[in-house]
Nanobody, 126 residues
Framework: QLQLVESGGGLVQPGGSLRLSCAAS????????VGWFRQAPGKEREGVSC????????NYADSVKGRFTISRDNAKNTVYLQMNSLKPEDTAAYYC???????????????????WGQGTQVTVSS
């Protein structure tokens, strides 16, 4: 059974950091690009970052460039999202998703990703 499980969310003060993990089971992640998305209450889900199947290519939403870093450890079948300098506007449920291909598109869109995790909540507040 294909499964993605996110972890690492929580409550953090503005300026703080969190590292999210996305662990896959039932399939080998290195054949798939993996994306992180987020959805705040009352807003549409938006693409945050994507990493290619071998990790050689990454892209980011403008809102997180320079603050978030996506990485992967294919030996552990896990993708990470390191989030630094967090802002209240980063508050959202964060989801990871696996694409049907190894490659990230120029734009991080939901339609490119078919397998989704259940999400982990990130709250940035003082």
């Amino acid at each position: 059974q294909l499964q993605l499980v996110e972890s690492g969310g929580g409550l953090v003060q503005p300026g703080g950091s969190l590292r999210l993990s996305c662990a896959a089971s039932g399939f080998t992640l290195d054949y798939h690009a993996v994306g992180w998305f987020r959805q705040a209450p009352g807003k549409e889900r938006e693409g945050v970052s994507c990493i290619s199947g071998r990790g050689g290519s990454t892209n980011y939403a403008d809102s997180v460039k320079g603050r978030f870093t996506i990485s992967r450890d294919n030996a552990k079948n896990t993708v990470y999202l390191q989030m630094n300098s967090l802002k209240p506007e980063d508050t959202a449920a964060y989801y990871c998703a696996a694409s049907g291909t190894r490659y990230c598109s120029d734009y991080i869109t939901q339609r490119d990703f078919g397998s989704w995790g259940q999400g982990t909540q990130v709250t940035v507040s003082s």
